[in-house]
């Protein structure tokens, strides 16, 4: 008989642009990691369309997995338990789970490969605005996979139409996984307009143009009769019999539900212990220590979330959503539309891009490496104390692709000002630190609205691939003036955070009755699994510190002054 040390979960993290799988101990030790791209579909003449694949991704998860368990040499009978996390797209289906083209067009709702309508696609603001202008109490909560639900029954045959059935990716995954529609709270209440409470709201859903899903039910959106889950409890029987051959493991293999892949971040590091100066804490985190860590995850864009143990609203900011990874607690998500893609874009666009390459590759380094360099060779000349005086006169808005928290507006737009006649390395290395800032300072933003509303958010728990770059970390302590810890590995806290899923499903018992033992048997996984972090104090000496005031003023003005100069327009253009 195996003991528990013997046993191994496997975490898969469906992201923008890839699928992952971690093999993962009882421990949480990373064993084998895989990770296979994925395809992403734009549209030539229209910049706000993103479209990918579940047939393509499912593809690249069996890659992932059978890799980890190669390199590995684990039988699959030691894996006891799987989970997922993906981004919140949208995945669209007929009712036997063939894939239904989302693509405009003749092909639209016909079977075929593109069927999922990326986050990051902006297909559906007029329905979004139309939705908006309902007052509807689940607006309260606010939601994104409505709007393009709407805008594929506005254009798909309505013989079509209702055939499909909806998904956010990570309970599609699920779905694909078991051949249970069984739904997660996390996606329902986060993404689908499944109000805490009280569930499905039938006149929203006839007010906007949806009523077929109050008449079947809601049949194909899932979650009728209340039937979700809360994160990892066991979908269906586990894995199916076809799921199973794909993947290389055990048929019944116990399946978590789902969660976003911000969520599985969340599970991923905020029951970190951490290191400070080399040395570990010995504070070990307790259930309600929860409320005081925003967890947030970096990537290509960002997102922030807070549990707490009330429904806290905050204007802008996503929720508060209840159960969606504890029974009886809520979160509340904060974002950043653009922000590794942010920085990614003012870097590739600049006139000196190319001689950023050509020096990373002679001196064998990254360009951030060479950016930082430069900065800190302005910095000598300049005899400024931080790099922040190194751009002192220097202001970026970074909202290029609009703003999701806390201002909520699409529309929002970026802006610089503190421009030269200059377009060498050094104005490269100016724009690539107000960039940083401007994303810091957006940072502090979202969470002092959060904690002005009742949050009391005290540190930061970063994941993903920002949370390597150690210069913007201290940046984050410095402006948002509290503690940033970083994970183990930065790439591995979400993947890690969905193995805890599979551990949740084959530990768990639902439905006991007893919340607060289902939290606390919870947590203690997440507190067992999750490796020590590091903590980055806040460093800023006094002068920098006014310096970053004064720019978070700056920030907050520019906001008010886009606003007012959008209406000053529209008020020109009126008849």
């Known amino acids: 008989m195996s003991s528990q040390q013997d046993h191994y979960y496997i975490g898969i993290d469906v992201g923008t642009g890839s699928a992952r799988a971690a093999l993962v101990k009882h421990d949480g030790t990373l064993v084998a990691s895989s990770t296979v791209e994925t395809k992403t579909w734009r549209d030539d003449n229209d910049h706000r369309i993103f479209e990918q694949s579940t047939t393509d991704i499912w593809s690249a998860i069996r890659k992932t997995v059978k890799t980890v368990l190669s390199e590995a040499k684990v039988s699959p009978s030691d894996v006891k338990g799987l989970g997922f996390d993906a981004t919140c797209s949208l995945a669209v289906t007929d009712l036997d789970g063939q894939p239904v083209t989302v693509s405009k067009g003749d092909d639209l709702g016909q079977i075929g490969e593109r069927n999922i309508i990326l986050w990051a696609d902006h297909r559906a603001e007029e329905e979004a605005n139309s939705i908006n202008s309902t007052g509807s109490v689940v607006l309260d909560y606010l939601?994104?996979?409505?709007?393009?639900?709407?805008?594929?029954?506005?254009?798909?045959?309505?013989?079509?139409?209702?055939?499909?059935?909806?998904?956010?990716?990570?309970?599609?995954?699920?779905?694909?996984?078991?051949?249970?529609?069984?739904?997660?709270?996390?996606?329902?209440?986060?993404?689908?307009?499944?109000?805490?409470?009280?569930?499905?709201?039938?006149?929203?859903?006839?007010?906007?143009?949806?009523?077929?899903?109050?008449?079947?039910?809601?049949?194909?959106?899932?979650?009728?009769?209340?039937?979700?889950?809360?994160?990892?409890?066991?979908?269906?029987?586990?894995?199916?019999?076809?799921?199973?051959?794909?993947?290389?493991?055990?048929?019944?293999?116990?399946?978590?539900?789902?969660?976003?892949?911000?969520?599985?971040?969340w599970l991923g590091t905020v029951a970190a212990r951490y290191k400070e100066g080399g040395k570990l804490s010995e504070f070990v985190p307790s259930i309600d220590e929860s409320r005081h860590r925003l967890a947030a995850c970096a990537g290509t864009s960002t997102c922030h979330i807070v549990q707490s143990p009330k429904g806290v609203f905050v204007n802008g900011v996503w929720g508060p959503y209840k159960d969606p990874v504890f029974p009886g607690w809520w979160m509340n998500e904060g974002g950043q539309s653009s922000t590794g893609q942010l920085i990614d874009f003012m870097i590739t666009t600049h006139p000196a891009y190319p001689k950023l390459k050509a020096l990373a590759e002679d001196r064998k380094t990254s360009i951030h490496e060479v950016l930082h360099d430069e900065l800190e060779k302005l910095r000598v000349e300049e005899k400024a104390e931080s790099l922040t005086e190194v751009t002192k006169d220097m202001h970026f808005y970074p909202d290029l692709h609009g703003n999701r928290s806390p201002i909520a507006d699409p529309r929002m737009r970026g802006s610089i000002v503190g421009l030269e006649l200059d377009d060498g390395l050094s104005d490269l290395a100016r724009k690539f630190?107000?960039?940083?800032?401007?994303?810091?300072?957006?940072?502090?933003?979202?969470?002092?609205?959060?904690?002005?509303?009742?949050?009391?958010?005290?540190?930061?728990?970063?994941?993903?691939?920002?949370?390597?770059?150690?210069?913007?970390?201290?940046?984050?302590?410095?402006?948002?003036?509290?503690?940033?810890?970083?994970?183990?590995?930065?790439?591995?806290?979400?993947?890690?955070?969905?193995?805890?899923?599979?551990?949740?499903?084959?530990?768990?018992?639902?439905?006991?009755?007893?919340?607060?033992?289902?939290?606390?048997?919870?947590?203690?996984?997440?507190?067992?699994?999750?490796?020590?972090?590091?903590?980055?104090?806040?460093?800023?000496?006094?002068?920098?510190?006014?310096?970053?005031?004064?720019?978070?003023?700056?920030?907050?003005?520019?906001?008010?002054?886009?606003?007012?100069?959008r209406a000053e327009i529209e008020e020109a253009l009126k008849n």
């Not at 591995?492 to 499903?505: E, I, N």
């Not at 980055?536 to 100069?565: C, H, M, N, T, V």
């Open 433 to 565: 630190n107000v960039t940083l800032e401007a994303i810091a300072l957006q940072t502090r933003h979202i969470v002092d609205e959060m904690n002005a509303k009742g949050h009391s958010i005290e540190s930061i728990y970063m994941s993903g691939g920002q949370a390597k770059n150690i210069p913007l970390m201290q940046l984050f302590a410095n402006t948002c003036n509290m503690p940033v810890v970083l994970p183990k590995s930065s790439g591995a806290a979400v993947v890690l955070g969905a193995a805890m899923l599979g551990r949740f499903a084959a530990e768990l018992e639902p439905d006991t009755g007893d919340i607060e033992a289902e939290c606390e048997a919870r947590w203690k996984i997440m507190v067992e699994m999750t490796p020590p972090g590091t903590l980055i104090a806040p460093g800023a000496s006094a002068r920098e510190k006014k310096l970053l005031e004064a720019k978070y003023k700056i920030f907050r003005e520019s906001i008010d002054i886009q606003k007012r100069w």
């Open 143 to 265: 939601e994104m996979e409505i709007p393009k639900t709407l805008w594929l029954k506005k254009r798909m045959k309505p013989e079509l139409f209702s055939r499909c059935q909806f998904f956010d990716l990570p309970d599609f995954l699920t779905y694909r996984a078991t051949g249970n529609n069984l739904r997660s709270t996390c996606s329902l209440t986060c993404k689908c307009s499944y109000v805490p409470n009280s569930g499905w709201q039938p006149e929203f859903f006839q007010k906007i143009g949806l009523g077929e899903f109050v008449e079947n039910h809601y049949k194909q959106l899932g979650g009728a009769n209340g039937q979700v889950a809360t994160a990892g409890l066991p979908v269906g029987k586990g894995l199916s019999k076809q799921a199973a051959q794909e993947l290389g493991l055990v048929e019944g293999t116990p399946v978590g539900s789902a969660v976003i892949d911000a969520y599985a971040g």
